[in-house]
C-alpha cells in the first residue's frame, strides 16, 4: 500500500488546518498568561515601598506640582491639582491585567493596549536592571510581532473574500 506525496501533503495540511485554531488559542493564552503574572508582581512591588514609576518619578511630580503651582496661581490665577503618582502606577498595572485578559479572544485591539502599557512601563521609569529591560523589549517585539501577523492575515481573508466576490459575480 503506497501512499503519494501529494495524498501525504494533504493529509498534513488538513490536520493543520483544523487543529490551527485551537493551537493559536492556546498560544494566545499562554502570551496573556505571561503578561497578567506581569501585572500581579507589578502589583504586589507597588504596595511594597512604591513602585519603580513611584521611585523615579514621585520626587519630581511632587516639585512641580508643589512650586508649579504656586507659579501658576501666582502668574495666571490657576491652580495645579496635586495627584499621587502611585494612581498613575496602579493604572497602568490595571490596564496591562486588563489587556491580558482580553487579549485571550484574539483581536489586535488588546494587542495595541498591551504594547502602549509595555511601553510605558519600560520607558517611562529607566531601568536599572538590564535583565528587566531586555525583557521588557522582548515582550515589545513578540507584541509588535502578533500585531503585524494579524494584519496580514486579516489583508489576506480581505483578498480571498474579495477574489470570491469577483468570481461570483
Known amino acids: 500500500m503506497k501512499m503519494s506525496i501529494n495524498k501525504v501533503k494533504s493529509m ?4 493543520l488546518t483544523k487543529s490551527m ?7 494566545r493564552m499562554t502570551f496573556s498568561f505571561v503578561f497578567l503574572i506581569t501585572a500581579i508582581q507589578d502589583y504586589a512591588d507597588h504596595y511594597g515601598d512604591g513602585g519603580p514609576i513611584e521611585k523615579t518619578m514621585g ?3 511632587n516639585v512641580l506640582s508643589k512650586y508649579g503651582s504656586k507659579a501658576l496661581t501666582f502668574y495666571f490665577g490657576m491652580q495645579v491639582v496635586a495627584f499621587d503618582v502611585r494612581l498613575i502606577e496602579f493604572a497602568l498595572i490595571s490596564a496591562k491585567a486588563t ?3 482580553w487579549f485571550i479572544f484574539g483581536q489586535s485591539i488588546p494587542a495595541y493596549f498591551l ?17 528587566d529591560f531586555t525583557q521588557n523589549l522582548t515582550l515589545i517585539g513578540a507584541l509588535l510581532y502578533y500585531i503585524g501577523l ?14 470570491e466576490n469577483e468570481a461570483e459575480g
Open 12 to 15: 498534513i495540511c488538513t490536520t
Open 21 to 27: 485554531p485551537a493551537i493559536a488559542f492556546f498560544g
Open 59 to 61: 520626587p519630581a511630580v
Open 99 to 101: 489587556g491580558a485578559l
Open 115 to 131: 504594547l502602549a502599557t509595555q511601553i510605558f512601563s519600560t520607558v517611562i521609569p529607566f531601568p536599572t536592571n538590564l535583565n
Open 150 to 163: 494579524k494584519h496580514t492575515i486579516d489583508n489576506l481573508d480581505e483578498e480571498q473574500k474579495n477574489k
